[in-house]
C-alpha cells in the first residue's frame, strides 16, 4: 500500500528535464546500430520504416526529419540490403559532425533529473547517476537508453527495464530450416486469420497455435505465407509430418537448425535438442504440418513444446492438422496456453480474385465450390468442368465412409447452424459420430452442438432426392420443436422446406418480429419460401397479415401496403385494425393525402364500434400527419380530442404517446423548455426509446451536447434491453456521430466499431447458404470510423475506406464509388503515401473517362500532390491540362484553382 501511494505522489512531482527533438531522437537512435558496408545486411532499425517503428514516429515526419539533418550534414544516406527486406533499402548513418553532436547531447541528458523506485521509496536521480547504477547489469547503458525509457513514464522500476532492455537488444542470426514448407504461389482472403495469428506469434510469450480444417482447405498455405512475412525477423523450423517419418529424421532437422546459430549441439534427446535450441537460437517459431499423420513416437514433440511453452516462453509455435489434436484439453485452451484457429471456406470476393480472367463469372464459380479454395484452383483449371472436383470428393472424403456414418452426415447435410445433438443423432449413433469428428467431417462446439463442413455439406445436399430433401427437414422441424419447445428461424426453416405450411404459419406468427429484423436478403429468401398458393383460403387473411407486420417492422412501407390491401380484398371481418395500419404506412411514406383519409376513415369505424383505444390512436396519428403538413391549429385540436379520451377512460398506456406527441408540436414551434417538460412527461409514463432520442434531438438544438449524449446513451440502452437490433446500430452510426462533433474521437471510434459489430452479428446469422452485402447502415458505420481514424490510425483508416468502396462498387452507385475514392485518395495522401495517392488518382481518372468534372478532380488533385512533394515540372503540366479542362466545362471554380496553382509553380522559378 505504501508502495502504491508514493508512485501516485512521484507522478504529481515535476521533473528537470532535456525534452528531445524528433531530429535528435532519430540521431542517437541510428548511432546505436553498428553497420559493416562491406556486409550483406544492413540492421533494419536504420531505414525510415525501422526508424519510425523503433520511435514511434509516424514514416511521413521520419522523412521531413531526416531531410533537415541531411541539410545540417549530421548524417549520410547509403543502399543497402535490410535485415527482413526483399529489396536494397535507403538506410541512415551519423557523419563525424552527427556522432559529435550524439556526445553533446547525452552529456545534457545526463543532468536530467527523473524519479526512481528504489527498495520500498521514490528517489530523485539524475539520469548520469541512473546510468551508473545499471551499467553494472547492462554494461553498454547509455543516457538515451534511460531518457527514451521516461518519455512515458513518470517513475522507473530499474528490474522492469533491465529486463526489458535485455529482450529489446536481444541479438542473433536469423536461421532457417524450410526445405519443406510449400511455396505460396498465391494468397487469397484469410485476412482475419492471418492477422491474428501474426499478432500472437509476435507477443512476449505466444501461445501454441493449432491451425485445423479439412483436406485442401488452406492451412498450409496460410502458415508458408506467415512465414514469407516473418523472414528476417525470427528464426523459422518446418517440418512436414507423414507415416513413413522417424523420429530420428525430426531430431537430425532440429540439431542441423541449431548447428546453423549456434555451430555446436550438446544434446541427444528430442527434448534436450528443443531446450538447446531455446537456448540459443534467435526467436525461433516452429512450423509442423501434417500433425494428424505424426506417428505416437513422433506426437510426443506436440506435449514437449506446450511444456517448454509454459515453463519457458519465448517461442512461436503454428501446428497443422485435419484433426484436432490428443496434447491438449480445454484447460489449454481456458488458460491461452493453446488457441484453435479454424479455417474455413473463402469468401465471394477472395474467390472472385482467384479467377480473375476466366470466361464464367465469379459468381457461378463461388456457388459451386462453396468457397473451398481447392475447389476454386480445379474448377479454374478445369475452365468450370467439375467433375474432377468431385470425384476428389469423392474418393478422398467420401467413398470410405460406411452407411452409418453417411446417413449421419445426410442429417447433418440439411441443417444450417450447429444443432443439438438430440435433433441429428439416434442412441446407436455415439460411435459413428467419434469416428466423423476424428476425420475433421463432423464439428462438435463447446456446447455440444454438431455441424458439418460446408463442402461436405453442399455436397451431400446436392446429391439428396427431393423426397430425401423434404422428409429430412420435415423430421429436423419436428426434432427442433420437440427439443426447443419454442419455434426459432431455423425451425421455421425447415417446416417450410419440409412442407410442413399448417406448423409454418403457426411458427412465422410467433416469429413475425424477429423475421422483419433479419438482414433484407436473408428475410425476402425466407418469406419466399412460402408458396401463396399451397396455403389453405382460411388462412389467406392471416397470412397476408403476418407478411404485411414484417414488412412493416423492417420499414419496407410498400410491402406493408400491398399485403394489408390483400387482406381486405379477402373479405377479411376485421378491416378497422388493417386499416390502421394502412394508414401508418402511407405516413411513413410521406402520403399525407392518403394517410389523412385512411386514418379518418378507420376512427369513424372505432367510433362506430365504440372502441376507446382505437379511437385515441388514431387521433394522435391524425394530429402527427397535420403537424407533418404544418397545420399546427388542427394537430394541437387532434391531439386533445386523444387527451380528454384519455383521461375520461383512464387510458393510462397511452398517455405517454400524447405527451411525445404534444412535446414534438413544442419542438416544431420552438418552444423548447416547454418540450423537454412533455417529454419528461412521456418518460414518466413508460415511452421510452423514441422519447430519448426525440429530447437528444431536442438537446441538439438548444446548443446542450452533453445532455444529447446521455439521452442517446439511454435510448440505445433501451433498444439493447428490448432487443432491436436495427434500431441499435442506428442509435450506434447516431452516437459516434455525436462524440466526433463534441471532439470525443475515441469514444466515436469505439461506438462506431460496436454499430459495425452489432451489425455483423445480425447479417451473419448462418440462416441462408450464400453471403450478403453491407447494408447501407453499415456503409456510413464504415465511412464515419474512417473520418474519425484519419490522423490516429492511417492504416485502419485507409482499410475502411475500402471496405465502402467495394460495398458501394456491388451497390452500383457510381457517384457514391467517385466520391469515396477521391477520400481513399485525400487519406493516402494526408497520411503520406503520396506515391499510393497518385497511382489510384490516375487509376480513378481512366475509370471516370467522360465525367469530365471527375477527370478535373483528379488532375487538381495530382497537381497539389506532384506539387507538395517537390515533383514541380509534373505539377505544371497536371495544372495546365486540368486549366485546359476547367474551360472546356465552363468550371469556374477549377479554373481559378489550376490558375493559383499554375502561378504558384512560376513563383518556384518552374
Not at 535450441?277 to 504440418?289: E, I, S
Not at 419455434?487 to 419440409?498: A, I, M, R, W
Not at 514541380?872 to 471554380?893: N, T
Request: charged share 35%; aromatic share 8%; with cysteine.
Amino acid at each position: 500500500m505504501f508502495i502504491n501511494i508514493m508512485l501516485c505522489i512521484a507522478t504529481r512531482m515535476k521533473r528537470s528535464w532535456r525534452e528531445l527533438t524528433h531530429g535528435e531522437r532519430i540521431l542517437l537512435h541510428i548511432s546505436e546500430f553498428e553497420y559493416d558496408e562491406e556486409g550483406y545486411h544492413a540492421p533494419y532499425n536504420l531505414c525510415q520504416d525501422g526508424i519510425s517503428e523503433a520511435l514511434g514516429i509516424l514514416k511521413n515526419n521520419v522523412s521531413r526529419e531526416i531531410g533537415k539533418l541531411k541539410k545540417k550534414g549530421m548524417i549520410k544516406e547509403m543502399i543497402s540490403r535490410v535485415k527482413g527486406a526483399q529489396r536494397r533499402r535507403k538506410i541512415y548513418r551519423p557523419t563525424s559532425k552527427g556522432e559529435r553532436v550524439c556526445k553533446d547531447i547525452k552529456k545534457e541528458l545526463e543532468k536530467n533529473k527523473f524519479n526512481i523506485k528504489e527498495d520500498h521509496r521514490i528517489v530523485s536521480i539524475t539520469v548520469g547517476d541512473a546510468v551508473k547504477r545499471l551499467k553494472k547489469d547492462i554494461p553498454e547503458i547509455d543516457p538515451f537508453h534511460v531518457t527514451e525509457w521516461m518519455r512515458t513514464r513518470d517513475v522507473m522500476d530499474p528490474k522492469e527495464f533491465t529486463l526489458y532492455y535485455r529482450a529489446a537488444k536481444k541479438d542473433g542470426r536469423m536461421v532457417e530450416s524450410m526445405a519443406e514448407a510449400p511455396v505460396v504461389k498465391s494468397f487469397y482472403g484469410r485476412k482475419d486469420e492471418f492477422t491474428s495469428i501474426l499478432e500472437m506469434l509476435s507477443g512476449e510469450d505466444p501461445p501454441i497455435i493449432v491451425i485445423t480444417g479439412i483436406l485442401g482447405i488452406g492451412k498450409s498455405t496460410l502458415a508458408a505465407r506467415i512465414t514469407d512475412e516473418l523472414k528476417g525477423k525470427n528464426s523459422l523450423f518446418w517440418h512436414t509430418f507423414h507415416s513413413w517419418k522417424s523420429q530420428e529424421l525430426l531430431v537430425g532437422e532440429l540439431k542441423n537448425f541449431l548447428k546453423k546459430a549456434s555451430g555446436t549441439v550438446n544434446e541427444e534427446s528430442m527434448y534436450g535438442i528443443l531446450v538447446e535450441v531455446l537456448d540459443n537460437v534467435t526467436d525461433p517459431v516452429f512450423f509442423l504440418d501434417n500433425c494428424e499423420k505424426a506417428s505416437e513416437d513422433m506426437s510426443r514433440v506436440f506435449g514437449m513444446l506446450l511444456e517448454l511453452n509454459k515453463r519457458k516462453g519465448g517461442f512461436g509455435t503454428v501446428l497443422m492438422s485435419r484433426k484436432r489434436l490428443s496434447f491438449y484439453d480445454v484447460r489449454d485452451i481456458m488458460n491461452q496456453d493453446v488457441v484453435e484457429i479454424e479455417i474455413g471456406p473463402l469468401d465471394e470476393r477472395d474467390v472472385e480474385n482467384m479467377t480473375e480472367g476466366m470466361e464464367i463469372s465469379s459468381m457461378d464459380v463461388y456457388q459451386k465450390t462453396r468457397g473451398h479454395p481447392l475447389y476454386v484452383e480445379i474448377y479454374k483449371r478445369f475452365q468450370g468442368k467439375t467433375e474432377s472436383m468431385d470425384e476428389f470428393i469423392g474418393r478422398e472424403m467420401y467413398s470410405a465412409l460406411d452407411d452409418s456414418e453417411k446417413n449421419l452426415m445426410k442429417k447433418l447435410a440439411v441443417i444450417l447452424n450447429p444443432c443439438e445433438r438430440e435433433i441429428v443423432l439416434d442412441k446407436d449413433e455415439e460411435n459413428t459420430l467419434l469416428k466423423l469428428k476424428s476425420s475433421h467431417f463432423v464439428e462438435e462446439t463447446r456446447e455440444g452442438k454438431l455441424s458439418l463442413h460446408p463442402l461436405l455439406k453442399d455436397h451431400i445436399y446436392s446429391r439428396l432426392s427431393m423426397i430425401e430433401r423434404n422428409e429430412l427437414h420435415a423430421r429436423t422441424g419436428s426434432a427442433m420443436i420437440k427439443k426447443r419447445k419454442i419455434p426459432d428461424l431455423e425451425t421455421l426453416y425447415h417446416l417450410e422446406k419440409g412442407g410442413c405450411w399448417k406448423e409454418a404459419l403457426e411458427s412465422l406468427s410467433l416469429l413475425k418480429d424477429t423475421v422483419a429484423h433479419l438482414h433484407e436478403e436473408h428475410r425476402g429468401e425466407l418469406m419466399e419460401m412460402f408458396p401463396e398458393d399451397l396455403v389453405p383460403q382460411e388462412h389467406l387473411p392471416k397470412y397476408y397479415e403476418l407478411k404485411g407486420d414484417i414488412h412493416m417492422e423492417a420499414g419496407e412501407w410498400e410491402g406493408a401496403v400491398e399485403n394489408y390491401k390483400r387482406i381486405l380484398d379477402t373479405g377479411s371481418n376485421y378491416p378497422s385494425a388493417v386499416m390502421e395500419k394502412i394508414g401508418e404506412a402511407h405516413r411513413n411514406l410521406r402520403r399525407w393525402k392518403e394517410a389523412l383519409k385512411t386514418h379518418k376513415k378507420t376512427l369513424d369505424a372505432y367510433r362506430e364500434s365504440g372502441d376507446k383505444e382505437g379511437m385515441v390512436r388514431e387521433l394522435l396519428a391524425l394530429g402527427t400527419v397535420y403537424r407533418k403538413k404544418d397545420e399546427l391549429h388542427k394537430a394541437e385540436n387532434h391531439y386533445e380530442k386523444a387527451r380528454k379520451i384519455i383521461k375520461e377512460e383512464k387510458i393510462k398506456d397511452a398517455m405517454g404517446a400524447y405527451y411525445n406527441n404534444i412535446g414534438l408540436l413544442h419542438v416544431h414551434k420552438s418552444e423548447f423548455a416547454s418540450a423537454e417538460e412533455y417529454f419528461k412527461k412521456a418518460l414518466e409514463h413508460g415511452e421510452l426509446g423514441i422519447v430519448y432520442e426525440n429530447l437528444a434531438e431536442l438537446y441538439r438544438k438548444m446548443g446542450e451536447h452533453s445532455k444529447a449524449l446521455v439521452s442517446l446513451e439511454s435510448a440505445l440502452e433501451q433498444y439493447i434491453d428490448t432487443a432491436r437490433w436495427r434500431e441499435v446500430s442506428r442509435l450506434y452510426l447516431t452516437l459516434g456521430e455525436a462524440h466526433a462533433v463534441t471532439g470525443r474521437r475515441k469514444k466515436a471510434i469505439n461506438t462506431f466499431n460496436k454499430g459495425l459489430t452489432n451489425e455483423k452479428d445480425h447479417r451473419k446469422k448462418k440462416l441462408f447458404r450464400k453471403n450478403t452485402s453491407l447494408s447501407r447502415l453499415e456503409i456510413e458505420l464504415h465511412r464515419n470510423l474512417a473520418d474519425s481514424l484519419r490522423g490516429y490510425n492511417w492504416k485502419e483508416c485507409l482499410r475502411h475506406r475500402k471496405i465502402v468502396i467495394d460495398a458501394l462498387e456491388t451497390r452500383n452507385h457510381e457517384d457514391e464509388v467517385h466520391r469515396a475514392k477521391l477520400e481513399f485518395v485525400f487519406d493516402l495522401r494526408d497520411s503520406g503515401d503520396s506515391e499510393k495517392a497518385l497511382k489510384e488518382l490516375k487509376s480513378l481518372e481512366e475509370y471516370l473517362q467522360d465525367e469530365k468534372q471527375g477527370v478535373l478532380a483528379c488532375k487538381l488533385e495530382m497537381g497539389r500532390i506532384y506539387r507538395d512533394i517537390g515533383r514541380y515540372k509534373d505539377a505544371f503540366h497536371v495544372a495546365k491540362d486540368g486549366l485546359k479542362l476547367a474551360k472546356e466545362i465552363g468550371e469556374e471554380s477549377g479554373i481559378s484553382t489550376a490558375k493559383e496553382m499554375i502561378r504558384d509553380l512560376r513563383r518556384m522559378k518552374m
